[in-house]
């Protein structure tokens, strides 16, 4: 579960990156943030993973309420909630099957459930066979599912994905969309940030549009260059189901 209460985000004095956003997330949820450059949406994902911190309002995620949270409860916060970026972010030097054991070797896992979880999330992205290319060997679409691999291999109840498309062709986009999906149903929750609409209407989930750090909508489907439904939206942050 993911509760948001009237976050507000400042980064430094001037400039509202988040206007008292309001919303919720049921476990193993699929929810796209959408919303144009500057709206707010990397900024709701770094909240999450307390990259950064709220200025004001409640954030609860699994039952930890982020006001209580102290800085050695931080990493455990973090093996809970995995992260995929638009740039992949993988070790250049590392092969497909270190890459994604060096996220096991960092929290002192040892080597013989490295050896037997690997593989399995290998076969789960579909590279099996690809496990001792090096990055630069990869097409980006394969790049981007050793970090999704990566990004699950500990189980995390939750994957945020900020653009995880947005360095991908049409085709290889899909791919990617359609392999959290399947992560979704394995029970991850996923939170996707995307600029694409092919994305949207295809994928047909709930979507969370931000604009100038507000929700403006709230609901399945929907167009990302809508007008703002403001209808919808109470003086408070909160939209109306
Ligand atoms: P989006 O992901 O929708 O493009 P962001 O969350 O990155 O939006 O940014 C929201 C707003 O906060 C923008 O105006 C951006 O310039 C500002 N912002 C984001 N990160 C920082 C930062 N580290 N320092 C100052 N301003 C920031």
Do not use: C
């Amino acid at each position: 579960m993911i509760l948001l209460d009237r976050v507000s985000k400042k980064y430094g004095k001037k400039g509202v990156a988040l206007d008292k956003v309001s919303f919720f997330i049921e476990p193993k949820e699929f929810v796209v943030l959408v919303g144009s450059s500057g709206a707010g949406k990397s900024t709701i994902l770094k909240l999450l993973t307390r990259e950064e911190k709220e200025t004001s309002g409640k954030i609860v995620v699994g039952g930890v309420d982020y006001s209580d949270l102290k800085e050695k409860d931080i990493p455990l916060l973090r093996r809970k909630i995995g992260t995929v970026f638009q740039d992949f972010k993988l070790l250049p030097k590392r092969t497909v099957f270190e890459n994604i054991a060096f996220a096991m070797e960092i929290v002192g896992m040892g080597k013989k459930e490295i050896e037997n979880t690997v593989p399995k999330v290998i076969d789960l992205v579909g590279l099996t066979g690809k496990e001792k290319h090096y990055p630069d060997q990869l097409s980006g679409g394969e790049q981007q599912r050793v970090a999704i691999a990566r990004a699950v291999v500990r189980q995390p109840k939750i994957l945020v994905a900020d653009e995880p498309t947005g360095n991908l062709d049409p085709k290889h986009s899909w791919d990617i969309v359609q392999l959290l999906e399947k992560i979704n149903k394995h029970g991850t929750t996923v939170i996707m940030t995307t600029h694409n609409q092919d994305i949207l209407n295809k994928l047909n989930r709930r979507v969370i549009k931000l604009d100038h750090g507000r929700v403006v909508s709230d609901k399945v489907g929907g167009n990302i260059s809508d007008d703002v439904d403001y209808d919808s939206v109470g003086s408070d942050g909160r939209v109306a189901a």
